[in-house]
């Protein structure tokens, strides 16, 4: 079982860029495919990005509604992954999640994550 701490969250205005932290503990984050997603209130969970093992050559995949404006990444020596959020918008306002998964391979369905953080808040005002 990996353990996840996100924190980075906090309240920006549009256009402006936060970068959430999520650290892990457990197991590797460079051997399984670790997501970020994100819920706001009354909606389901959603996919944000996702970053696969490094023996999946550490491809990255977005939802649409984040490409271009996000970017997912790694620190394996601090066992940490990371979401640069840049040119936010009052439509990102929810909380973020990170995930592990137990595979390698590009995974963007929610089911496909066994170990869950408790979330952070990101809000944007207009």
């Known amino acids: 079982q990996m353990q996840l701490v996100e924190s980075g969250g906090g309240l920006v205005q549009a256009g402006g860029s936060l970068r959430l932290s999520c650290a892990a503990s457990?197991?590797?984050?460079?051997?399984?495919?670790m997501g970020w997603f994100r819920q706001a209130p009354g909606n389901e969970r959603e996919f944000v990005a996702a970053?696969?093992?490094?023996?999946?050559?550490?491809?990255?995949n977005y939802a649409d509604s984040v490409k271009g404006r996000f970017t997912i990444s790694r620190d394996s020596a601090k066992n940490t992954v990371y979401l640069q959020m840049n040119n936010l918008k009052p439509e990102d306002t929810a909380v973020y999640y990170c995930?592990?998964?137990?595979?390698?391979?590009?995974?963007?369905?929610?089911?496909?994550?066994?170990?869950w953080g408790q979330g952070t808040q990101v809000t944007v005002s207009s």
């Open positions: 995930a592990a998964s137990r595979g390698f391979r590009m995974f963007t369905a929610v089911t496909e994550y066994v170990d």
């Open positions: 970053l696969s093992s490094v023996t999946s050559f550490s491809s990255t």
């Open positions: 457990g197991r590797a984050v460079r051997t399984y495919t």
